[in-house]
């Protein structure tokens, strides 16, 4: 007859420390039946895990209670950890992957663990820590870790108010996995994790988790870490804190450090540049008031990523309010002359309406620059003046069909008169 050992005697204590004859009575049965030894030493850890989420769901970590202490009228989201260990025990595994890398809510390793209903991160002796509700779960992203040498994929998982853009405590889940097979496979046996996770993912949600396409956006900039392959991230700036953008199919994410943001095409309001210069731009993104009415800027762009960018934000309809009025004082006149190498669009299509386009002077180092047959320039002024006005005339009303089409509802109406006509010789 074998003899419980103490590891399982210290579990079982630590469940049932106000029960020692039951305590008794388990550890007698797991002697004359050491096989049950495995499903006790379970049970007293489901035990163990419920008894400290309840602690956790009555008091709470310090941290959090100040942020609910501090709240000034909004609603602050916590989830329940007892009913996530209940979900996650009633309901079989269909996943269980040791040492996956945490990055939000916590920076660790953590086995992570998917059921129909849930998904958690437990630590060491099953351990719970932390995890979502299936249910809950609006957006989920696989998308390459950048600028790295071995390949990486970052799965982000955001949950109703943890879109990091409203005002709420409650964090999304960060987890990275890599090419490398998981602990415990067979050598050789060829585990594509990435894609391993990808299905579960799917079997359990009520939505399918997104990856990039070169379809729906692909950086213009050339991958210099793997440099046969295509990027999707784009580099930018949120304040001082360097990070990602990621065009994705119905959301934009910028991460990959907190804060983690995940703009739902729903959530934006509007996009619009600023701050251009020859080399970088930023992308300032609004927010509707459901997700908190908030401007969030990006900024140091390269400006090579520009077209993709404004094609990916047009082909979703995603509002350009980069002419919005109160937007035009905040981008200089020579910022953008500096970026376009010459006068910008605007300038261009008023100075035509206004008939001043300096390249339709007379000069004489002008293309178009031709004189008569006899080497003078002057012309029968009585057939050219209605030649002359009529020509004008077309010209300015082909620059305004122009300009129209360039500046939509910005354009100012702009009154020209016969008075601008050209004068004869």
């Not at 309406?353 to 003078?376: L, P, R």
Request: some cysteine; aromatic content about 8%; overall charge negative.
């Amino acid at each position: 007859m074998s003899t419980p050992n103490s590891n399982s005697t210290s579990t079982l204590e630590e469940a049932f420390p106000d029960a020692p004859l039951l305590c008794k009575e388990i550890l007698d049965h797991v002697s004359k039946n050491p096989q049950s030894l495995d499903l006790f030493n379970r049970i007293s850890r489901y035990v163990i895990n419920i008894k400290q989420a309840s602690i956790d769901d009555r008091d709470g970590p310090a941290t959090k209670r100040r942020k609910l202490d501090s709240s000034t009228g909004s609603q602050i989201e916590v989830v329940s950890k007892s009913t996530l260990v209940a979900e996650l025990s009633s309901h079989p595994a269909s996943l269980r992957v040791p040492d996956i890398s945490f990055s939000i809510p916590q920076r660790k390793k953590f086995t992570l663990v998917l059921t129909a209903a849930a998904l958690g991160a437990f630590g060491p002796n099953d351990t719970f820590e932390f995890g979502v509700h299936l249910s809950e779960v609006d957006y989920v992203a696989c998308v390459p870790v950048p600028e790295k040498t071995a390949r990486q994929w970052n799965f982000a998982i955001f949950v109703k108010n943890s879109h990091g853009i409203s005002d709420t405590a409650t964090d999304p889940l960060l987890f990275t996995v890599t090419d490398t097979p998981p602990k415990g496979s067979a050598p050789g046996e060829g585990i594509d994790m990435k894609q391993t996770i990808i299905a579960a993912l799917n079997r359990s949600l009520p939505i399918t988790v997104v990856e990039p396409s070169p379809e729906v956006f692909r950086s213009l900039a050339a991958n210099s870490y793997r440099k046969n392959e295509v990027s999707y991230h784009v580099k930018s700036h949120l304040g001082t804190k360097e990070g990602f953008l990621f065009f994705l199919e119905n959301a934009i994410i910028w991460g990959f450090k907190k804060p983690l943001f995940c703009f739902l095409f729903d959530s934006i309001e509007s996009s619009s540049y600023s701050s251009i210069t020859q080399r970088t731009f930023s992308l300032t993104i609004k927010t509707t008031a459901e997700f908190g009415d908030r401007e969030i800027e990006f900024s140091m762009i390269d400006q090579a990523e520009h077209p993709a960018i404004d094609d990916f934000l047009r082909r979703n309809q995603l509002k350009d309010a980069s002419m919005a009025e109160a937007r035009r004082a905040k981008i200089p006149s020579s910022l953008v002359k500096e970026n376009t190498g010459q006068k910008s669009e605007l300038q261009a299509a008023e100075n035509e309406i206004a008939g001043i386009d300096q390249h339709d002077s007379d000069d004489e180092d002008d293309d178009d620059y031709e004189e008569n047959s006899e080497g003078s320039d002057h012309s029968n002024t009585s057939d050219s003046d209605d030649s002359d006005a009529e020509l004008n005339t077309n010209q300015r009303a082909s620059s305004r069909n122009l300009a129209e089409e360039e500046l939509g509802s910005e354009l100012e109406d702009v009154d020209i008169t016969d008075d601008e006509e050209l004068e004869s010789n």
